[in-house]
């Protein structure tokens, strides 16, 4: 009764390995061909917002951002975000005067 039992696991097992390995292709799409990985990755929208961390480089221009918001002449989630890198680069220059780094 054993012998059956292991039998028809084993049997299962198989039987899933070879259904999966078969339906592998369908389940999970083909890789990117390397022309295609190696493309000029396309250059972001004048729409889309700029981060953070965009922000906490070009810190100039993100005090430009946040008077235009102040202004009214810049709307949107940059306004947020430009803020945002101002209050973090401003944080890190006390802490460098305080810490005396």
Do not use: W
Not at 38 to 62: C, W
Not at 88 to 93: F, G, H, R, S, V
Request: hydrophobic share 45%; net charge positive; with cysteine.
């Amino acid at each position: 009764m054993l012998q059956g039992k292991t039998l028809i696991v084993l049997v299962a097992l198989v039987i899933g390995f070879a259904g999966g390995f078969v339906l592998r292709p369908i389940i999970i799409p083909a890789q990117q061909s390397v022309a295609d990985a190696n493309a000029a990755p396309i250059a972001p929208t004048s729409t889309d917002a700029r981060g953070t961390q965009y922000f906490l480089v070009h810190i100039d221009e993100a005090r430009q951002v946040v008077t235009g918001c102040r202004n009214g002449s810049v709307r949107g989630s940059e306004c947020t975000t430009a803020e945002e890198a101002i209050i973090k680069a401003d944080a890190q220059e006390r802490r460098k005067r305080f810490l005396g780094n």
